[in-house]
Nanobody
Framework: QVQLVESGGGLVQAGGSLRLSCAASGSIFKIDAMGWYRQPPGQQRELVATITDGGSNYIEDSVKGRFTIFRDNAKNTVYLQMNSLKFEDTAVYYC????????????????WGKGTAVTVSS
């Protein structure tokens, strides 16, 4: 079985920083794109950032300049470094990954973690 497990969430004051981690485990041939989404209380899940296996990344405009996405392919792990946190960053953050289970799979299936909560206070 393939699992994605997020960690690093917590309570932080506005202006502070957190680093989220998402580690993929299981029988994995290759991980293609990975990304972070977030769901504020009572709202829809929204894209935060994505990164390909080659390191090409996208950062959503509202967090660009404050958040950075990067990955360690040897550890099957993607990170989200969050700086200068604001109240509106409060959300449950979810990890997503496109994972191929076998060399014969020509594209990956989407997997989701269960989320890690980030609460920003002022």
């Amino acid at each position: 079985q393939v699992q994605l497990v997020e960690s690093g969430g917590g309570l932080v004051q506005a202006g502070g920083s957190l680093r989220l981690s998402c580690a993929a485990s299981g029988s994995i041939f290759k991980i293609d794109a990975m990304g972070w989404y977030r769901q504020p209380p009572g709202q829809q899940r929204e894209l935060v950032a994505t990164i390909t296996d080659g390191g090409s990344n996208y950062i959503e405009d509202s967090v660009k300049g404050r958040f950075t996405i990067f990955r360690d392919n040897a550890k099957n792990t993607v990170y989200l470094q969050m700086n200068s946190l604001k109240f509106e960053d409060t959300a449950v953050y979810y990890c997503n990954a496109d994972i191929r289970l076998d060399v014969h799979d020509y594209y990956g299936m989407g997997y989701w973690g269960k989320g890690t909560a980030v609460t920003v206070s002022s």
